[in-house]
């Protein structure tokens, strides 16, 4: 079995409050995790605080949160909420079943830039056929609505002029960051057996067990 995720989970609840205090050992935000095993099983879980408003309700077990939704699922303009509708998300855990049985089970956080992460590991896997730490680490790009290209190092010179041809918003960061997500990994492959990575973008890690 594989497995990956951030590398801090566990929180600290303060009692004797009503509603309790919630207070987190580090910052929050989206956390993947993913499993596989031998026979095809496989699970990719997200889970999101946001930011988090710093209570847990009662003895319900689930903190309020604060986020009010991300502008490519709101739609129209800030503010216009629809009453009575679930918030939608862009979080994406997402399996990938292959035809010799082989499964790839992947997520991560990172608001709007999640369906473009996940979309780039998953085609350095499939496409690529990268082993899947290489396929974590390899460099990101991300393309906002409004035109701005964001990209990492690790290009090649002619990639990096074709990306910059795209945009007059072209931006380029100096090293790897976790605004390009935290695409952690875990793989059951029929003849390699179990696989996983962690991006370290986001301090992933990955056991085999």
């Known amino acids: 079995m594989a497995i990956s995720s951030p ?16 207070q987190p050992r ?24 946001g930011e988090g408003n710093g209570f847990i309700v009662g003895d319900h077990g689930f903190m309020l949160n604060n986020m009010l939704g991300e502008e490519d699922v709101v739609g129209g303009e800030p503010g216009e909420f629809r009453e009575g509708v679930r918030m939608s998300s ?16 992947l997520g991560t956080g990172g608001s709007n830039r999640i369906r473009t992460a996940i979309l780039q590991v998953a ?5 690529h056929r990268m082993e899947v730490e290489d396929a974590v680490n390899a460099p990101r790009l991300h393309v906002e ?18 990306l910059r041809a795209l945009s007059a918003k072209a931006k380029a960061w100096p090293e790897r960051n976790l605004f390009f997500g935290g695409v952690h990994v875990a793989r059951w492959h029929e003849k390699k057996g179990a696989q996983g990575a962690g991006d370290p973008r986001r301090q992933g890690v990955a056991k085999v067990a």
């Open 7 to 22: 590398r801090s989970w566990r929180p600290v609840l303060s009692p004797g409050r009503s509603p309790r205090a919630w």
């Open 26 to 49: 580090r910052p929050i935000a989206a956390r993947p995790t993913s499993a596989s095993s031998r026979g095809g099983y496989a699970a990719a879980v997200s889970l999101s605080n």
């Open 90 to 105: 862009m979080m994406a855990p997402t399996i990938i079943l292959e035809a010799d049985g082989t499964v790839t089970a």
């Open 123 to 127: 085609v350095n896997i499939m496409a």
């Open 145 to 162: 609505r409004c035109g701005t290209v964001s990209f990492e190092p690790g290009f090649t010179e002619e990639e990096e002029a074709a």
